[in-house]
């Protein structure tokens, strides 16, 4: 849009993609080690965090509960509802 227009833009080789790389290491470095890892920490501390504020469940009690959801969390029954 503030680029000015090309006139000759569809006269031009199509890139080769064996030489012209759209994804480098260093742009999937940056995407998936950097800034996902910040996503994934932000993204588990709320949940750690609305858990523990609105149900009263802490992280404690989440890790490793495979076992524990038989008759509802803890004992308690869901508002939930599915």
């Known amino acids: 849009m503030y680029e000015k227009a090309e006139s000759n833009l569809m006269k031009n080789p199509p890139r080769d993609p064996k030489k012209d ?3 480098n290491s260093r742009l999937f470095l940056h ?8 996503e994934a920490f932000g993204a588990f501390f709320m ?3 609305y858990m ?3 149900f ?4 404690g009690d989440l890790f490793f509960a495979f ?3 038989t008759n509802g ?3 308690k029954k ?3 509802v599915c």
């Open 31 to 38: 995407a998936y080690l950097f800034l996902g890892m910040i």
């Open 56 to 59: 009263g469940i802490g992280p």
């Open 78 to 80: 869901s508002s939930l």
């Open 73 to 75: 969390y803890l004992g």
């Open 67 to 69: 076992d524990k959801w």
């Open 52 to 54: 523990s504020s609105q």
């Open 21 to 23: 790389k759209m994804v």
């Open 47 to 49: 949940y750690f965090y």
